[in-house]
């Protein structure tokens, strides 16, 4: 009688939790996460009342309690902790799941969503995006330029190029760039008449455009102690250089989201002094796992790495490949 009586047990407890219902475990992370039942019922667009019976079902169904009711607030005891962490990893497994099989359902005509700066968008990955489309003629690139940090999965984006140390919860990172990106001095080529190789000292009396901090930090290798006013600062480097290009003063920033525009000849760098400033932050390109083999993400990063090293060789066209050893 006794192994008949547990194993009874132990089967009705695997057929209660493979019947738990999916919308009250959603609900019970909200609750958990929020440890507030009003609140948790605001995220989930339900009543109070029907989220308080979620919990009370779930509890009953599993046969014990999973929170301490403290007034208002419900703090998880440790049973709900327990639950909290496996359904966390269980819900984002399905939310990468789901991601991935409608990128797979798409097929060959699937648009790539991506979000990214402004600045890196209009700078950079706008004027290449005739290359992507000789190579991927089928894949389109749908491009979200945003300063906001979006949710890609919510918001429904594949992959998003973002500025950053990382790491973001949930999601893979790539580091674009092994090494800095050094900030250099430009101008119009009006300003490039009167300014091209001039000394620092004729540059601080100019108008300039961009963070204080950094022209401070830039004057500062020249051996200057200036106290920079900028005429106009921006929440954009894109702008920044749009100004500069338009003659409104001088800028100072990323040597990558000037190049094109100094090899057009809209801008021209002022002086041979660069420097790296130490809180710029690195750009990554980040996805979530799941779609880390899907063939139209594998494309961006690939086509990302070969633009990348095409910038580098227009730059720096002397310079040794990055990871290259130097000869002796």
Known sequence: MFYPYWSDILTTKVINMSRLP???LTGFRAVAELQNLRAAAEVLHLTHSAVSQQIRGLEEQLGFDLFERRGRRVVLNPAGEALLRSVQRALAQLDDGVQAAAAAASGAAQRLRITALPSFAQRWLLPRMGRWHERHPNLA???DASHQLVDLQRDGFHAGLRQGEGPWAGLESERLFDAPMPIIVVGSPSAARRLLGAQPEALAREPLLGDTDVWEQWFA????????IPVATFNDAGLMLQAAEQNLGLAVGRELLAADALRDGRLVRLSPLSIIYEHARPYHLVYPPSLRDWPPLVALRQWLRDELELSRKALH????KRGAKEKK
Do not use: F
């Open 22 to 24: 999916l919308n009250t």
């Open 221 to 228: 290798a020249a051996g200057l102690r200036i106290q920079v």
């Open 317 to 320: 066209p002397t310079a040794p």
């Open 141 to 143: 690139l749908e491009i």
